[in-house]
């Protein structure tokens, strides 16, 4: 209606670039998005300028200012979204000042399968999360995908709304013949498979396919399969720069291992963000990846920690020519420019909030 107001969203993010990562990618574009329909106001931590997340000192300063503002301002919205389940005290203390301000929680995969890992740290984050359950019951719980949503309802949160998350990557106009490499883009951690990959993977494939590796270090274990003669590490990369890599790569992949400790992804954006982008996405058929990528239309599934699998997939696609590979790419990034939107997120987003989207 003309002249209605529009609504007011309260962001509150740790999440947030230079950092790198799906959970920076999902708050910005988020908050992009709802600012479509509302009026949105961001309270956001900034990563490193290395592509790091901030240190555990930024972190604790930026959550006591951000609770003293709510506690003594109040948010100015009707609608407070937290943008991760590590969070929810910031939606706790918003509602004890504003009691009919609605408090959404975004879950993804680490920040709710952290408790998986055991010993004291993983129990004391696992009660931490149960007393957010009791305490915040009347918060919406947005996850997403349906392995995040059931992790968290595993803590105590009812019923979490899956909103599987999207991708405004672009591929480019005229297509171009792959270049002789392998992508992969992501924070070198075991679960998400890279020096798996170096070593059971790539030995198995022809010795002029080299791997790139577009991220962050992590875990020093995973750093040492930057060390093989086959791998050349680029660092985080600009998001024009990784789309442009993604275009070009012989195919892009999300290897993803189940590892002893449970932690597991949440979505997994980049097999999305790949396709986009014009790429061709290989992923392990694993927790949430099985929601970023639709087999066989937007990219392939395969067996996680399989190597054969993974090695003949790729040989399958290298052997591609040029027709089928256009054909192939313009289908999948067809698909996922019609399905996996941010207006279709801020939408879903709203109905969530319990409001329908503005027009």
């Given amino acids: 209606m003309p002249g209605e107001a529009r609504p007011r969203v309260l962001l509150i993010t740790r999440k ?77 203390i918003a509602g004890l000042r504003a009691r009919r301000t609605r408090t959404a929680l975004s879950a993804h995969g680490t920040d709710v399968s952290y408790p998986r890992r055991g010993g004291i740290k993983g129990r004391l984050y696992g009660a931490y999360l149960r007393l957010g359950a009791r305490l915040m019951r009347r918060a919406v719980v947005i996850a997403n995908s349906r392995a995040t949503a059931d992790c968290t309802a595993g803590h105590g949160f009812p019923d979490p709304v899956v909103i599987p998350l999207a991708t405004d990557l672009r591929a480019p106009t005229e297509p171009a013949p792959p270049e002789n490499f392998i992508l992969f883009s992501g924070r070198l951690v075991e679960r998400k498979g890279a020096r798996w990959f170096v070593r059971e993977v790539l030995p198995r494939l022809p010795g002029n396919i080299r791997l790139h590796i577009a991220g ?94 993974w090695a003949a997939k790729i040989i399958e696609v290298a052997g591609w020519d040029f027709a089928t590979r256009a054909k192939f790419i313009a289908r999948a990034t067809r698909t996922v420019q019609e399905r996996f939107t941010w207006s279709r997120v801020a939408a879903e987003t709203f109905a969530a909030y319990g409001i329908a989207a503005p027009k």
């Avoid at 790429?279 to 599934?301: Q, W, Y």
Wanted: a negative charge.
């Fill in 16 to 92: 947030w670039p230079p950092a790198v990562g799906g959970m920076e990618t999902y708050s910005v574009r988020l908050a992009e998005a709802l600012e479509a329909h509302a009026e949105v106001e961001v309270l956001a931590l900034p990563g490193r300028t290395s592509g790091a997340p901030p240190s555990g000192l930024a972190l604790i300063g930026w959550g006591l200012r951000t609770s003293l503002r709510l506690l003594f301002r109040g948010p100015k919205a009707g609608i407070v979204h937290v943008g991760d389940m590590a969070a929810w005290p910031l939606g706790w």
């Fill in 216 to 309: 962050t270090r992590w875990h020093g274990s995973e750093a040492d399969a930057l060390a093989d003669p086959r791998v050349a590490f680029l660092g985080p990369l600009p998001q024009d720069e990784l789309a442009m890599k993604m275009s070009r790569a012989l195919c892009v992949v999300t290897p993803n291992i189940p590892v002893a400790n449970g932690e597991f992804e949440g979505f997994g954006l980049v097999a999305t963000e790949a396709t986009a982008a014009g790429g061709v996405s290989l992923a392990a058929r694993l927790d949430g990846l099985t929601e970023a990528v639709i087999d066989g239309v937007t990219g392939f599934l395969l067996a996680p920690a399989d190597p054969e699998a």
